[in-house]
């Protein structure tokens, strides 16, 4: 698996995962649920691959191709 997140990227993704993630603590009813999609980005970053980049051949990485 190719990386394709930069470290700028990244960080950005961990930020906006974790807020995310924090509606689910947060908010109450039906609408909490929406902060589990800060998973998303929250793996996204961790992994280091997003692969809707991959879908439209896109590369916040400086070497792009790098494992």
Not at 15 to 42: C, T
């Amino acid at each position: 698996m190719t990386r394709n997140v930069g470290p700028i990227d990244k960080a950005v993704h961990l930020v906006l995962g974790l807020v995310l993630l924090s509606l689910f603590f947060v908010l109450e009813g039906d609408l909490r649920w929406i902060g589990l999609l800060g998973l998303v980005p929250l793996l996204t970053a961790l992994m280091g691959n997003c692969p809707l980049y991959s879908v439209f051949g896109l590369s916040t990485c400086a070497v792009a191709g790098r494992k």
